[in-house]
């Protein structure tokens, strides 16, 4: 049996460029990996059926579920008559903005390519996770990146200066689909990427904290208020720096001060089911 595990990502900038011929948008995000992790466990099977066991009966099983695309996908290209059973320990909340199933489809990845012995660099299996969805390359990768075209194009970037990271998701689930459909690209305000990208290099926190950007976040608080509301708790709490994650609804905050990490945590904690004090992982 093999381990792996997949990481949360948080969005430090997510920018959105112009709709492609394709129908997918061009984006320019800047993600890095965070100390909260959902578990997969892989096991050979010899009957060539594809498995999924989760401990979240939220999540699909089948043929919906990215993991399982992610394993499919490798039989079809290599001709694998194996199958495999696939154990996903969940951590990381559903439907968040924080590429669970992403990475959980990015771990299945780099695990089968071990129990199947395929021998595939990281770049190729990143290209193969890019067919399932746009997040996973990313994911296949970890650490810190600035993500291009359509998410799919990794350039490996300098982690960010270490500090707390205060995740709340509140109650809900958005639809990225709709977010995208209702972002007027030319009336949205647009994060300074270049500017981020200068504040990781230089391991300056401050700079860091003031060019957090998502240029999906006013849509996705026009829609669901309860994101705006997390938002403003956080910060009067005391979070340094507060953004929401990908299209949302999960809001994190950034906290330098140890000591004021649990009155944040504690404060959202009285209404917000999901909060999470986690470091930041970005190698």
């Not at 009957?47 to 401990?55: L, W």
């Not at 290599?78 to 489809?105: N, R």
């Not at 979070?239 to 140890?258: C, H, I, K, Q, Y």
Request: aromatic share 6%; net charge negative.
């Amino acid at each position: 049996m093999l381990y792996e595990k997949a990481p949360a990502k948080i969005n430090l900038t997510l920018d959105v460029l112009y709709k492609r011929p394709d129908a997918f948008h061009e984006v320019e995000m800047v993600m890095t990996t965070v100390d909260l992790a959902d578990r997969i466990w892989l096991r050979a099977r010899t009957d060539g059926q594809i498995v999924i066991k989760t401990s979240d009966h939220f999540i699909p099983n089948d043929h919906r579920n990215l993991a399982f695309q992610a394993a499919e996908l490798l039989m079809k290209k290599f001709t694998v008559t194996e199958g495999v059973d696939i154990t996903i320990e969940k951590s990381i909340p559903v439907a968040a903005g924080l590429a669970g199933g992403s990475s959980d489809a990015a771990a299945t990845l780099r695990g089968l390519n071990r129990l199947w012995q395929l021998g595939l660099t990281m770049e190729e299996l990143a290209e193969i996770g890019s067919e399932i969805g746009s997040d996973i390359p990313f994911c296949v990768h970890g650490g810190t990146a600035l993500a291009t075209g359509r998410g799919e194009i990794i350039e490996k970037i300098a982690s960010p200066p270490n500090c707390w990271v205060v995740l709340a998701k509140p109650a809900i689930s958005v639809s990225t689909a709709s977010i995208y459909g209702n972002l007027k690209i030319d009336e949205s305000p647009h994060p300074n990427t270049k500017a981020m990208l200068e504040a990781l290099e230089n391991k300056d926190y401050k700079q860091m904290c003031h060019m957090l950007g998502n240029v999906l976040e006013p849509v996705t608080m026009s829609l669901y208020p309860e994101v705006a509301m997390l938002k403003e708790q956080m910060k009067k709490f005391g979070a340094d720096a507060v953004l929401m994650s990908g299209s949302g609804p999960t809001v994190f905050g950034f906290v330098e001060n140890e000591a004021r990490v649990r009155r944040v945590y504690n404060g959202l904690k009285g209404f917000c089911p999901e909060v999470y004090a986690i470091r930041m992982m970005g190698e």
